[in-house]
């Protein structure tokens, strides 16, 4: 029997203002509810803070920020994910963390010249799926070398 080539992957599927994102399930650690966060001074604007994650200091960033959207009230349906990204965990505020779905490769494109309101650079593609379109984040693009050092220092 011959190997077959991974023709789909999973991503968890969150959502931005009226945007649904996608990162590989792989980097994800868990999503949290939103909890206390306790603000850091001198960082980045998107930095909201750290939070206690079963004795572990995690550095959180605020995506609606992180991406210049407009602020939003945390809900019930808020999310903390927490993602493995430059040998780092980090905790990504979204407004809804709702879908584990697999993505058949050849439903991916390349990333269009303009999309949305994200920052092209963060993006890996655009998955089509049944009506809904999907932006596939690259999480080692989301921050920058000098802003992953900043979080490091802060997580100790």
Request: hydrophobic share 45%; aromatic share 6%.
């Amino acid at each position: 029997m011959s190997e077959q080539i991974q023709q789909e992957f999973k991503s968890i599927v969150f959502q931005l203002q009226d945007e649904e994102y996608a990162i590989p399930v792989q980097q994800v650690g868990s999503i949290e509810r939103m909890q206390h966060i306790t603000r850091v001074p001198q960082t980045a604007e998107f930095v909201k803070g750290v939070i206690n994650l079963r004795g572990v200091i995690t550095p959180i960033i605020d995506l609606r920020k992180r991406f210049e959207m407009d602020a939003a009230e945390f809900t019930d349906s808020t999310r903390i994910i927490i993602v493995y990204m430059n040998e780092l965990e980090v905790g990504l505020i979204v407004d809804a963390a709702y879908d584990v779905i697999d993505i058949p490769t050849e439903q991916v494109e390349p990333t269009p010249e303009v999309i949305g309101t994200v920052n092209v650079d963060y993006i890996e593609g655009v998955a089509k799926i049944d009506s809904r379109l999907l932006i596939l984040l690259d999480m080692e693009k989301v921050l920058a070398t000098d802003e992953i050092e900043q979080l490091k220092s802060i997580e100790g």
